[in-house]
C-alpha cells in the first residue's frame, strides 16, 4: 500500500497522485515531541561514550607505586612546567591524560629522548628505559592508569601532586660534572687524545649534522664514544662517560663528521 503523506500524495512511487481513500488517516508528529526524540537518543550516545571512555581496572601496577618513580628519574628533566617538552608529566593529573600516548611513545623506544645513538657508548645521564620500565608502563596503560590501590581513580588533582610539582622544577642546565675538572674545545679532526681520564663529552654541530667519536690505542684497538646523528642544537648537552677512559701514549682520537661543517667541535671534560 503506498505511503501518503500530509497533503495526500504519494511518495511518488506513482506517476499521477492518488486521490485518498475514504476512511484512511494520516498521523503526524508534533515537531516538538520530534525533538525531544532526538534530543534523548543524543543523550544516550552521550552516555554511551562516557561509559566507554572510563577503562576497567585490570592491572596491579599504579602510579605512586611503579609509574612515579620512573618518571622522576627518567621523565620530568624535559616533562615539567618550564622544560623543553610540550606537556609537563611531574603529577597524576597532568600524566593520565597522555597514559596511552606515553604507552605507544615507549614502546618505540621515541621517549625518553635520547639524542645520540643507543648502545654506542656508555653513559651514567642515558635516560633510555630498561625492558623491566616498559613493562610497568604498558601494563599501567594497558590496565586503566591507575594512581594506586586504595583508590585506583584519582580526583582532577591527587594528595601529594603539588609537592611533586615543586619536587620536581626543571633542573639546571647540564655544565660541569662535580671530579671534572678541566676541559678542551677540539674542532672534528682526528688528533692525539689529550692527557687525563676523558669523563664527558660534549658535541656541537650543525643542525642535522653527525659525528662518530671513537678512541684509538696504540695497539690499534679501538673503543666508541659517541655517535651523533640529526643534531638538534636545541638539546645540545654533555654526555658522560659510565667509565672514564685514560688517556694512554699514543692513544688518538677518531672523528668522522658530516663533510663541510665548519662548526662542528667537541668538548672534552677530564677527570
Known amino acids: 500500500m503506498p505511503n501518503y503523506d500530509v497533503n495526500g500524495q504519494t511518495d511518488n512511487v506513482f ?31 552521550v552516555a554511551a561514550a562516557t561509559l566507554l571512555a572510563h577503562d576497567p581496572i585490570t592491572t596491579k601496577v599504579t602510579w605512586e607505586r611503579e609509574i612515579e618513580p620512573i618518571v622522576q628519574a627518567r621523565c620530568v628533566a624535559c616533562h615539567s612546567s618550564g622544560g623543553s617538552a610540550p606537556m609537563p608529566l ?16 615507549v614502546l618505540t623506544r621515541r621517549m625518553p629522548k635520547w639524542h645520540i645513538v643507543r648502545g654506542y657508548g656508555d653513559f651514567t645521564n642515558d635516560p633510555s628505559l630498561s625492558p623491566f ?16 590501590k586504595a583508590r585506583p581513580r584519582g580526583p582532577a588533582s591527587s594528595p601529594g601532586d603539588a609537592a611533586a610539582t615543586a619536587r620536581h622544577a626543571p633542573p639546571a642546565q647540564a655544565g660541569r660534572k662535580p671530579g671534572a675538572r678541566s676541559n678542551v674545545t677540539i ?19 650543525s643542525a642535522g649534522g653527525s659525528l662518530r667519536l671513537t678512541s684509538q690505542r ?6 666508541p664514544l659517541l655517535w651523533v646523528r640529526d643534531f638538534d642544537p636545541d638539546f645540545a648537552e654533555t654526555y658522560w662517560l659510565r667509565n672514564p677512559i ?5 692513544t688518538r682520537l677518531i672523528l668522522a663528521s658530516t663533510p663541510d661543517d665548519i662548526t662542528c667541535s667537541v668538548t672534552l671534560f677530564f677527570e
Open 187 to 205: 674542532p672534528c679532526a682526528s688528533r692525539a687524545m689529550p692527557r687525563g681520564r676523558l669523563a664527558g663529552l660534549r658535541p656541537l654541530l
Open 246 to 250: 685514560p688517556s694512554e701514549p699514543g
Open 218 to 223: 696504540h695497539d690499534g684497538s679501538v673503543e
Open 90 to 105: 611531574t603529577t597524576y593529573a597532568e600524566a593520565r591524560p597522555w597514559a596511552r600516548a606515553i604507552r605507544e611513545e
Open 15 to 45: 506517476a499521477e497522485p492518488l486521490e485518498r481513500p475514504t476512511g484512511t488517516r494520516i498521523r503526524t508528529v508534533a515537531p516538538r515531541t520530534f525533538c525531544r526524540c532526538v534530543a534523548a537518543a543524543s543523550l544516550l550516545t
Open 133 to 148: 620500565e616498559i613493562a610497568l608502563i604498558t601494563a599501567w596503560a594497558d590496565g586503566g592508569a591507575p594512581f594506586s
